[in-house]
């Protein structure tokens, strides 16, 4: 059971927008910023989205994150094949002192 | 840039400790802003934070995990490692290495992981 809570599963047609949700609670998502990563098949995760909203180089910015209170978001317009991955939320928890995680989203693209 | 890599224990004996090195290079683990993290990932599951430690041997551990962990850092050979004992099957996963950004704010980058399975 994971801390923060990302529905397992989404999909979408080449070209349409995506939205994977990610809920948490005051000593996560309420009182720390967001990350969101990618993960493709066999390999690490990378890290997708920032503080939040933030994009690191490299990242297309078809790919944006929100946040309202104990909730976060991540948007993916324009869907493409190569987008195919897990995606997972993170933020630090000040209950346990530790890195909390989504149990991740498997974006099929259809 | 910076770049981590996990070492390659392998297999473990049930019972016994698993043991892990992050090499670090590109970069001083001795930096103030960064913490160094170590993450696992059962097969087929999600992401689960083991701890993060400082290159001053300051740490945060995984609640569910303190008594079986250890976290050093050897700053001379830029490397930090974990130590957890009494293992089973069920620590079977990938282990990752991630620098973790002024401990609450990111990990990036990770290594690319390796897979310790704990058989007998």
């Known amino acids: 059971q994971s801390v923060l809570t990302q529905p397992p599963s989404a999909s979408g047609t080449p070209g349409q927008r995506v939205t994977i949700s990610c809920s948490g609670g005051?000593?996560?998502?309420?009182?720390?910023?967001v990350n969101w990563y990618q993960q493709l098949p066999g390999t690490a995760p990378k890290l997708l989205i920032y503080?939040?909203?933030q994009r690191p180089s490299g990242v297309p910015d078809r790919f944006s994150g929100s946040k309202s209170g104990t909730s976060a978001s991540l948007a993916i317009s324009g869907l493409q094949s190569e987008d195919e991955a897990d995606y997972y939320c993170a933020a630090w928890d000040d209950s346990v002192n530790n890195w909390v995680f989504g149990g991740g989203t498997k974006l099929t693209v259809l | 840039q910076l770049q981590l890599q996990e070492s390659d224990p392998g297999l473990v004996k049930p019972s016994e400790t698993l043991s892990l090195t992050c090499t670090v290079s590109?970069?001083?683990?001795?930096?103030?802003?960064?913490?160094w993290g170590w993450i696992r990932q059962p097969p087929g599951k999600g992401l689960e934070c083991i701890g993060s430690i400082y290159y001053t041997g300051s740490s945060y551990y995984n609640p569910s995990l303190r008594s079986r962990v250890t976290f050093s850092v050897d700053t001379s050979k830029n490397q930090f490692s974990l130590k957890l004992s009494s293992v089973t099957a069920a620590d079977t996963a990938v282990y990752y290495c991630?620098?973790?950004?002024?401990?609450?704010?990111?990990?990036?980058?990770w290594g690319q992981g390796t897979l310790v399975t704990v058989s007998s």
């Open positions: 005051s000593s996560n998502i309420g009182s720390n910023i």
């Open positions: 503080s939040n909203n």
């Open positions: 991630a620098k973790v950004q002024q401990l609450v704010k990111w990990l990036d980058p």
């Open positions: 590109g970069g001083s683990i001795s930096s103030s802003d960064y913490y």
